[in-house]
Structures are given as C-alpha cells and as structure tokens.
C-alpha cells in the first residue's frame, strides 16, 4: 500500500476523514504521542490497526472524541466524578475507563466491557474527529514494543506502506502517552500514570487516587506477580534496539558516573549514547526521540539518567524509562 502524506491543512484532513470513514487508517498528532487511528465503531477498522502495528488483539485501544458531550454516545454510564475530571482536564492527556455501549465493538475494546475514551487537547486531532463523524480508535502509532513517537517522522519509519495516510503535524508537546483512569468504581484509579498525576485527580475530586497495585511492581508477567488492569501494561514496551542501563542516584553522582562509564567503553570501540535529564517535563517530552535516535545511529549501549523518586511526574516517565531498559538499574 502506498502511504499518503497529509498536511495539517482543513482541505487535508477532510482528506483524511474520508479515509476514516471508508474503514481506512490514518496516523495524526495528538499532544502525547501521534496516534494511529481508525473508525472505532468498525471492528474492520481496529482489526487492521492491531494488524499494522503487530499489537496482540487483547489490548484494548482508546477511542478518541471530539468533546465531552460524545461520551455519551459511546458510554453506558458517565459517573459524577468522571464528568467533573472531564470538565476540568479535557480537552488533554487523560483517557477515562467506562462501562461500554454495545455500539463499541470487542474488538476495539479486547472484549472488555469498558472503554477506554479520551478528548485530545490537540487541534488537527479534535478536527479530524470531527470531520470524520465517528470516534477514532487510536493507539500509538508505533510497531508493538517500539518507543511511541512523538514526531511524524517516527510514524514514517514504522509505519510507512502499512497504512492509508500520515498527517504530518507537529511534534508532540507531552512525549508520554495519557494518563489512563478507571472510574467504572466509587474511587478513581489510575491504570497508567502520565502527566495527569494522582494529586491532581484528588485536587479536583477531593478523594483519594492511587496506582493500580499492579503497575507499582516490577518486571511484569513473572510468576506470581499481580495483573494489571491495563492490559497494555504487562507487555514489553519502549524497548531501543540497544541495551540501556539506568543510573540513579544523586544528579552529580549519575552525571560523573554515566561521563566515566561512557568513556570507558568509547574506549574499547563501542557506539555510546548517553541520555542526561535534569527534570521530568524534559524527559517526558524527549525520552521517546531520543531512543529512537540512539537506535538510528547504531547505538550499542544507552547509558542514561533515572529521575529521583518521589515526584508522581517522575514515577510517569520512570515508568516508561524502567521499561525501555528492562529494570537495569545501577545505584551509584
Ligand atoms: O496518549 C495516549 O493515550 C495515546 C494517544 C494516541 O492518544 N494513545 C495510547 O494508546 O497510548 P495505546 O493503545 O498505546 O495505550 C492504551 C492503554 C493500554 O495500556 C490499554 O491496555 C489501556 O490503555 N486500555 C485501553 N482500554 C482499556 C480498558 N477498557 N480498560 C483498561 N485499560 C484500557
Ligand atoms: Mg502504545
């Protein structure tokens, strides 16, 4: 198949809905990560994105709206709490779990018999909806396992030949993919942590938020771990091409630490990225980019920087930074 590429232009993304609508799938900026979309009322459509991104068909996909008002065209339920989150934190990076409509079909949902919806903050995405006339199911735009990308140009080295168009928007202004939240229970919970972090869902609703337990462990589906609640969650995700260590530590420490080692094996011949953050927004916004070229430059070894604990801004990117370097850390 031959890949079209769109701009962001009115006249372009009508393109692009048409191709939507058709049963067709379309790539497009988001504030996160760019996203690979298609009819989420289809379950033709969402086959196909499990099929382009080489995704196993359990992991649900999240269906992206216009405006908060389409909830209800896609959710049995909208509870107090979620409509208070959605008024205040939509259009933007988080996505709410629901009890589904049957017009949803299980195959965007992976048999659940929730949904997973988010209203995206940025534009070329809520116009493309719009336009389209119907829900875009989208998950990131990557090969499965891949880092997510954050600019076109990603989606092109993924994904160019296997889908209908690109939208060539521009670069993403979050980096880390949505805060996902279930509020199908009395109190919220968090499924995957993102920029929306849990004391901003507590500011709003006045009540407690946690993490789903699962999320908090380790390597994921060892034996007797807990499963979590997001089917995504469990898989290999993010993974660069090259082995990566984490260095944590005191910022001076990870520095000193990740120069010598770096020298060390320049020395002995090999291809050394070293990735340095000095805090999460920067990380978040970069981490996937900076993978992905580390691997385009033929990076043997990334040796980069963890973020200090504490902070649920830097447990959301470590989450994604501890998965990309298969929980190799070394405590200096
Ligand atoms: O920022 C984002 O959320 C991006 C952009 C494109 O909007 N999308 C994204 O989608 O990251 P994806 O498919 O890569 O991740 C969806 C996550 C997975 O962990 C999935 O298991 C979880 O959301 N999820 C989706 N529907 C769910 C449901 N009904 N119940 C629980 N988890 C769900
Ligand atoms: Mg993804």
Redesign the pocket.
């Known amino acids: 198949m031959k890949t079209q590429y769109l701009t962001t232009s009115d006249e372009d993304l009508k393109i692009a809905a048409e191709i939507i609508k058709s049963g067709g799938l379309v790539a497009f900026p ?1 504030e ?4 690979l979309g298609g009819n989420a009322l289809s379950a033709f459509a969402s086959k196909a994105i499990y099929e382009a991104k080489g995704r196993p068909s359990d ?4 269906v ?1 709206i216009s405006c908060t008002e389409e909830v209800d065209d896609i959710a049995m339920r909208f509870p107090d709490n979620a409509r208070k989150l959605a008024e205040a934190l939509w259009p933007g ?1 988080m ?1 709410l ?1 629901l009890p589904k409509f049957d017009v949803v079909p299980d195959a965007t ?1 992976g048999g ?1 018999d ?3 919806i ?1 209203c ?1 903050l940025n534009e070329t995405a809520r116009k493309l909806i719009k336009y389209a006339g119907v829900p875009i199911a ?3 735009a990557n090969t499965s396992g891949r880092p ?1 990308p954050t600019k076109w140009e990603h989606v092109k080295h993924d994904l160019d030949g296997k889908i209908d168009a690109i939208i060539m928007g521009e670069p993403c202004i979050g980096g880390i ?2 805060t ?1 939240i ?1 509020m199908t229970e009395e109190l919220p919970m968090i ?2 942590p993102g920029l929306i972090t849990p004391e901003i869902v507590t500011k709003i609703l006045g009540l407690p938020c946690d993490y789903d337990p699962a999320i908090k462990e380790g390597p994921s589906d060892s034996e007797g771990k807990l499963v979590p ?5 469990k898989y290999k995700h993010y993974a660069p091409k090259a082995q990566m260590n984490l260095y944590s530590g005191s910022f001076e420490n990870v520095k000193k630490a990740i120069n010598e080692e770096a020298e060390k094996l320049k020395q002995e011949g090999a291809n050394v990225v070293t990735i340095i953050y000095e805090d999460a927004e920067t990380a978040a916004r970069n981490l996937f980019a900076d993978l992905r070229n580390a691997d385009d430059g033929g990076a043997d070894i990334i040796l980069a920087s963890a973020l200090p604990s504490g902070e649920s801004l830097n447990y959301s990117v470590m989450n994604r930074m501890l998965k990309s370097a298969g929980y190799n850390v070394i405590e200096v």
């Open positions: 988001t996160t990560v760019y996203g992991n649900p996909l999240i992206h990076p996505t779990v949902t659940l929730t949904v997973a988010r995206p989208a998950p990131s997510s993919e949505s996902v279930d499924l995957r609640r997001a089917p995504g969650m």
